[in-house]
């Protein structure tokens, strides 16, 4: 009885999911923005069923084929959930969003073709999306990418296991008041990273004609895996922004009155997308005492005095200076 009663149970379960129905949607919201400007690439699922409110299972990530020049970043999901009655006949719905920010400086037309992901233990299909992108007009006002940035000036090249200094910048235009930093982020898995300082120093820089202040915070990278290797810095932060609308539209131009009527927003800022080529150590020349030691180091041996008896101890001293990762410099063999 137990046994049919199992059987019974799957038999429902498997008539009820022939009800149930899965589409998947993609498309950019604007489809068309000007180069510079943000976009949001959004893939939808939507599942229906006559019987039970379908549940989504959460997705985190997709197998997006690159599409050279167009940037997506920030991807985040939103989940709904609706039911109408027709006839009489509860039809239940949900839908999933993955929403993804695009961008590029480059004008052109941008599609992402088709593809497969798995769901529910199933393949579904991503139809393609087109994002046109146009020449910006010169009298446009900037971009939050213009106006909020981050830079790392990270080396092309390095060696695996040589730390190097690298300055995390965070440039914000002297009309936009940072109001604080919510979370730090990097995506460095071929790296060690050294943790965040809690404190910044500020400066001011021009750059593109543009006044900046601007916060550095010293760190350091050590490649622990040889190849291509990603190294991408993020914060979130808010910031209050001016009201561009009232710059452009008043016949003073901007001034003191654009940040009192600007707008308080959260925005995630990443640094441009870095790969860095991570050579493994050439074994040719190598000393037999090499302990993994890379840098650029001088040393210096002193004694404690220039005379001494026999059996009479002295001290001797041994002073390593330089920059490297002297974590792996090992103490002299007596």
Do not use: C
Not at 47 to 70: C, V, Y
Not at 76 to 96: F, K, L, P, V, W
Not at 197 to 210: A, I, K, L, T, W
């Amino acid at each position: 009885m137990h046994l049919r009663h199992v059987f019974l149970l799957f038999a429902l379960w498997a008539a009820s999911a022939l009800h149930a129905e899965i589409q998947v949607n993609t498309r950019f919201e604007p489809a068309r923005v000007a180069a510079g400007n943000t976009s949001r690439y959004i893939v939808e699922i939507v599942e229906s069923d006559n019987s039970a409110m379908p549940q989504s299972e959460r997705i985190t990530s997709l197998p997006i084929p690159s599409n050279g020049g167009l940037t997506l970043r920030n991807g985040h999901t939103s989940t709904s959930q609706s039911t109408q009655i027709n006839n009489g006949r509860r039809e239940y719905s949900s839908t999933q969003q993955l929403i993804i920010d695009a961008v590029s400086k480059t004008p052109g037309s941008y599609t992402i073709p088709a593809y497969i992901f798995e769901y529910k233990g199933g393949r579904l299909q991503a139809p393609a999306a087109t994002l046109e992108i146009v020449e910006r007009d010169a009298n446009a006002a900037p971009t939050v990418d213009e106006l909020i940035f981050l830079k790392a000036d990270a080396p092309e090249q390095l060696y695996v296991g040589q730390t190097t200094p690298i300055t995390l910048k965070l440039y914000v235009s002297s009309n936009v008041q940072l109001r604080g930093l919510n979370a730090f982020d990097r995506d460095a898995d071929g790296f060690t990273v050294s943790d965040l300082p809690e404190e910044s120093s500020e400066s001011v820089e021009m750059f593109n004609g543009r006044r900046y202040r601007v916060y550095s915070w010293p760190l350091t990278i050590t490649p622990i895996s040889a190849g291509p290797q990603d190294l991408n810095f993020q914060f979130t932060l808010a910031a209050q922004m001016p009201d561009q609308r009232n710059s452009r539209n008043s016949p003073f131009g901007g001034g003191m009155f654009d940040n009192f009527f600007g707008r308080s927003e959260r925005f995630n800022i990443y640094t441009e997308p870095t790969q860095i080529d991570v050579r493994t150590l050439p074994a040719e020349g190598k000393p037999k005492s090499f302990s993994g030691a890379i840098g650029n180091f001088s040393m210096s041996v002193s004694a404690d005095t220039e005379n001494t008896r026999v059996d009479e101890p002295i001290m001797l001293s041994l002073k390593l200076t330089g920059s490297g990762n002297f974590d792996r410099i090992k103490g002299p063999e007596m």
